[in-house]
């Protein structure tokens, strides 16, 4: 259910989420709103993909979990972080729930600067999304949920396809995302979810996307989380 969408430029990372959500009880399922993005310890921004709960709890109250540790755990790396969360859940998710996936956002210190790591819980694999090319840090974004018309209008816009027939006249229509700031990859994720809202209405189906949205950000300074009625 809803739309992820994770936007990485230079000044640092951008989670979004809608609060769409599904909760099933006995083989019947009704929708209901879920919060899904959270700041933790103000290091990390953590964005649940998926119906809202987890043995029939919300994943706030997971996330408030967590939150009490915060002074018996020491733990700085991103990656660190992810595997902890990655092992945390492992055990409490049922056999007949939806696979987990998280997209985990955060900052690490190191010699050559302060580094902005996003990552994908993919099941049980972690994926790091925004590597860099062993050249240059790329910038982009991400999405997981309702892409269909997104795919749509902003995919040509984003990654090169050099067998398409309109490859020439979206080359000016290119988007930059290392021009963007942080307020500018709020602004994009935003309008992912309300194109993908809207679109849903015009055509009259079922909606999959709300617009209830919670948005994290990480930045060197740390994390800020805001939701928005858009």
């Not at 083989?27 to 709103?33: C, L, M, P, Q, R």
């Not at 492992?90 to 902005?116: M, W």
């Not at 018309?149 to 080359?171: A, G, M, R, Y």
């Not at 194109?195 to 994390?223: F, H, P, Y």
Request: proline content about 2%; overall charge negative; some cysteine.
């Amino acid at each position: 259910m809803g739309l992820n969408v994770a936007v990485f430029v230079p000044e640092g990372i951008v989670l979004s989420s809608d609060s769409l959500a599904f909760l099933r009880q006995d083989d019947e399922g009704f929708e209901a709103s879920s919060k899904r993005t959270f700041a933790v310890w103000n290091k990390f921004i953590v964005s649940f993909v998926g119906g809202g709960f987890i043995t029939g709890k919300p994943y706030g109250c997971y996330m408030q979990e967590i939150e009490s540790k915060r002074m018996s755990i020491q733990i700085d790396c991103v990656k660190d972080f992810v595997g902890y969360l990655s092992n945390f859940f492992k055990h409490i998710r049922n056999e007949d729930e939806e696979p987990l996936t998280i997209y985990v956002a955060g900052s690490s210190v190191e010699d050559s600067g302060v580094h902005h790591e996003l990552y994908l819980i993919d099941r049980d694999s972690i994926i790091r999304l925004n590597k860099s090319n062993g050249i240059d840090d790329v910038y982009n974004y991400h999405i997981i949920g309702r892409g269909l018309w997104i795919n749509k209008l902003v995919l040509p816009t984003t990654f090169e396809d050099n067998q398409s027939k309109l490859k020439e006249s979206l080359e000016a229509a290119k988007i930059d995302f290392s021009k963007y700031s942080l307020d500018d990859a709020a602004k994009f994720a935003h309008f992912l979810i309300r194109t993908t809202a809207e679109m849903d209405k015009i055509i009259q189906t079922r909606a999959i996307v709300n617009l209830n949205v919670t948005t994290g950000t990480v930045t060197a300074q740390g994390t800020t989380i805001k939701d928005y009625d858009l």
